[in-house]
């Protein structure tokens, strides 16, 4: 069986990935930024979930994707289902690890930091984190996952380059929720697109 394709900005993305279960594409979207009315886009996101997380978000069934995109409850109710997700991240604009693990880092510092959940613990395993990025060097194409599985509250990072692969396991359940928040965090995600795009593709497969 052949799975499609879906092209974000040129980069094809499958429309399902089968870890423990198949994961349908179910949002995506672009981070960017605009320097002097010039777009510049950085990375290409594909957000796989598993069906069942439909059955987590019943509550919003009939409610159209453009009210889904502004309700950050709903964003908060499909981060904390307990199903599996995937995030896929290729890039577009070279960068250094460096740059992305800080990004990240203080993303999530922030909003742990807001939840009043940043200890010795958390701060820990955000600097594993940086250090894992640290040496590498994103060229056009390389390609970062999330896995994020049903049963733990823990996250496989993985890099991809020129046919290279490295991993590392991020157990800290708080800096692991917060990494899915930085991604699909409604209002505060870091890919307005891609919220929308989930918004609406939930919208619709809601109200199937």
Same mark, same amino acid.
Not at 87 to 101: D, F, M, N
Not at 148 to 160: G, Q
Not at 174 to 181: A, C, P, S, Y
């Given at each position: 069986?052949?799975?499609?394709?879906?092209?974000?900005?040129?980069?094809?993305?499958?429309?399902?990935?089968?870890?423990?279960?198949?994961?349908?594409?179910?949002?995506?979207?672009?981070?960017?930024?605009?320097?002097?009315?010039?777009?510049?886009?950085?990375?290409?996101?594909?957000?796989?979930?598993?069906?069942?997380?439909?059955?987590?978000?019943?509550?919003?069934?009939?409610? *159209?994707?453009?009210?889904?995109?502004? +309700? $950050? &409850?709903?964003? =908060?109710?499909?981060?904390? #289902?307990?199903? @599996? !997700?995937?995030?896929?991240?290729?890039?577009?604009?070279?960068?250094?690890?460096?740059?992305?693990?800080?990004?990240?880092?203080? *993303?999530?510092?922030?909003?742990?930091? +807001? $939840? &009043?959940?940043? =200890?010795?613990?958390?701060? #820990?395993?955000? @600097? !594993?984190?940086?250090?894992?990025?640290?040496?590498?060097?994103?060229?056009?194409?390389?390609?970062?996952?999330?896995?994020?599985? *049903?049963?733990?509250?823990?996250?496989?990072?993985?890099?991809?380059? =020129?046919?290279?692969?490295?991993?590392?396991?991020?157990?800290?359940?708080?800096?692991?929720?917060?990494?899915?928040?930085?991604?699909?965090?409604?209002?505060?995600?870091?890919?307005?697109?891609?919220?929308?795009?989930?918004?609406?593709?939930?919208?619709? =497969?809601?109200?199937?």
């Amino acid at each position: 069986m052949t799975t499609e394709v879906v092209k974000v900005d040129e980069i094809p993305f499958p429309s399902q990935i089968t870890k423990a279960k198949p994961l349908n594409l179910l949002g995506h979207g672009i981070t960017d930024i605009e320097i002097h009315f010039l777009q510049i886009k950085f990375t290409a996101i594909g957000v796989y979930l598993d069906p069942e997380v439909l059955s987590h978000l019943q509550q919003w069934k009939g409610k *159209a994707g453009s009210s889904l995109a502004e +309700d $950050d &409850d709903f964003f =908060e109710a499909l981060v904390s #289902a307990p199903v @599996e !997700k995937l995030l896929r991240v290729v890039v577009i604009k070279e960068i250094k690890g460096s740059q992305y693990g800080v990004q990240l880092e203080s *993303a999530v510092r922030d909003r742990l930091v +807001d $939840d &009043d959940k940043y =200890e010795d613990e958390e701060e #820990a395993a955000l @600097e !594993k984190i940086v250090e894992f990025f640290q040496s590498k060097y994103f060229k056009k194409d390389t390609v970062i996952t999330f896995h994020f599985p *049903a049963t733990a509250p823990t996250a496989e990072i993985a890099f991809e380059s =020129e046919g290279k692969e490295s991993k590392i396991t991020v157990e800290n359940a708080n800096v692991v929720k917060m990494i899915k928040k930085w991604y699909l965090g409604g209002s505060r995600g870091v890919s307005a697109t891609t919220i929308s795009c989930l918004a609406n593709n939930l919208s619709a =497969e809601l109200s199937k």
